[in-house]
């Protein structure tokens, strides 16, 4: 990434002050999988989670973006030569339709913005934009660092690099504006992925664990972690690189979907709050 933007961006947002952040409900328990949240005063509080329902998701699938709208979920892929975005029906897994890119570019994190599809690419600061009906191509965007994920709060866009800095971009120029820096307590959360805007709160994907991070977007700081151990399905365990990756939320039933690269399933799941 631009370090010196980064740096810049950083102490441009000091001094801002956290907001409250209404969460997406949580459950005392609904029956495959569940454990109780832990916290204390000097930490996030770290919830489990229970499976609601599980779907199957095609397991060829380097997922780097999940999106969840009007009943079905728009999908970013990754890999040279491989990647793509495409239109999945949740019930069965099945691709509706996708559009391949060029296989110079490794594709990264999608979100939707009014009627286009955005998607990242990986190292090339470029990103593609479509129309969401057709996959289109409606044009193209750059920016200074390298695309993980991608996500929105309705005015500005969110996207991560793979590092603890969150950037706030202009949807109509692209231009960075402003960000974040993620924090726990003072230690700086790294690999932030796949984003997903949630009820007032940004939640990421860390790359290469089982957790997703809950953050203030005004402040940075983390407001809660979700611990996804043991969700992997068995059939995917002894593939390295099938890690957690992608979110995606129904705001209007209030479901929260996650799955993983190259998983062969999809999970509805809800928050396990504490007894």
Same mark, same amino acid.
């Given at each position: 990434?631009?370090?010196?933007?980064?740096?810049?961006?950083?102490?441009?947002?000091?001094?801002?002050?956290?907001?409250?952040?209404?969460?997406?409900?949580?459950?005392?328990?609904?029956?495959?999988?569940?454990?109780?949240?832990?916290?204390? $005063?000097?930490?996030?509080?770290?919830?489990?989670?229970?499976?609601?329902?599980?779907?199957?998701?095609?397991?060829?699938?380097?997922?780097?973006?999940?999106?969840?709208?009007?009943?079905?979920?728009?999908?970013?892929?990754?890999?040279?030569?491989?990647?793509?975005?495409?239109?999945?029906?949740?019930?069965?897994?099945?691709?509706?339709?996708?559009?391949?890119?060029?296989?110079?570019?490794?594709?990264?994190?999608?979100?939707?913005?009014?009627?286009?599809?955005?998607?990242?690419?990986?190292?090339?600061?470029?990103?593609?934009?479509?129309?969401? $009906?057709?996959?289109?191509?409606?044009?193209?965007?750059?920016?200074?660092?390298?695309? =993980?994920?991608?996500?929105?709060?309705?005015?500005?866009?969110?996207?991560?690099?793979?590092?603890?800095?969150?950037?706030?971009?202009?949807?109509?120029?692209?231009?960075?504006?402003?960000?974040?820096?993620?924090?726990?307590?003072?230690?700086?959360?790294?690999?932030?992925?796949?984003?997903?805007?949630?009820?007032?709160?940004?939640?990421?994907?860390?790359?290469?664990?089982?957790?997703?991070?809950?953050?203030?977007?005004?402040?940075?700081?983390?407001?809660? =972690?979700?611990?996804?151990?043991?969700?992997?399905?068995?059939?995917?365990?002894?593939?390295?690189?099938?890690?957690?990756?992608?979110?995606?939320?129904? $705001? $209007?039933?209030?479901?929260?979907?996650?799955?993983?690269? =190259? =998983?062969?399933?999809?999970?509805?799941?809800?928050?396990?709050?504490?007894?």
């Amino acid at each position: 990434m631009n370090k010196l933007f980064s740096a810049l961006t950083i102490l441009m947002l000091l001094g801002l002050s956290a907001c409250d952040n209404p969460s997406i409900s949580a459950s005392t328990g609904c029956g495959e999988t569940a454990a109780t949240v832990t916290s204390n $005063e000097d930490s996030a509080a770290v919830y489990s989670f229970c499976i609601v329902n599980t779907y199957d998701h095609d397991s060829n699938a380097f997922t780097q973006g999940l999106v969840y709208y009007e009943g079905v979920f728009y999908e970013g892929t990754g890999r040279y030569g491989f990647s793509n975005i495409r239109k999945v029906e949740i019930d069965t897994g099945d691709v509706l339709q996708s559009r391949d890119i060029a296989d110079q570019y490794f594709g990264e994190g999608i979100t939707l913005w009014n009627d286009q599809l955005l998607q990242l690419t990986w190292q090339a600061q470029k990103g593609f934009i479509y129309d969401r $009906e057709t996959f289109e191509p409606q044009g193209e965007f750059s920016y200074p660092t390298e695309g =993980w994920g991608i996500t929105h709060d309705g005015s500005k866009l969110m996207m991560s690099d793979g590092s603890n800095a969150i950037f706030y971009l202009n949807p109509d120029t692209f231009e960075i504006t402003s960000g974040v820096e993620v924090v726990d307590k003072g230690q700086q959360i790294n690999r932030l992925n796949e984003l997903e805007y949630i009820n007032g709160e940004i939640w990421a994907n860390v790359w290469l664990t089982n957790n997703i991070v809950r953050i203030d977007p005004v402040s940075g700081d983390v407001i809660g =972690w979700l611990d996804l151990t043991g969700l992997k399905p068995t059939a995917d365990l002894n593939n390295r690189d099938a890690v957690l990756n992608g979110i995606a939320y129904d $705001e $209007e039933n209030d479901r929260l979907f996650v799955t993983g690269k =190259w =998983w062969s399933k999809l999970f509805e799941i809800q928050l396990v709050a504490q007894n």
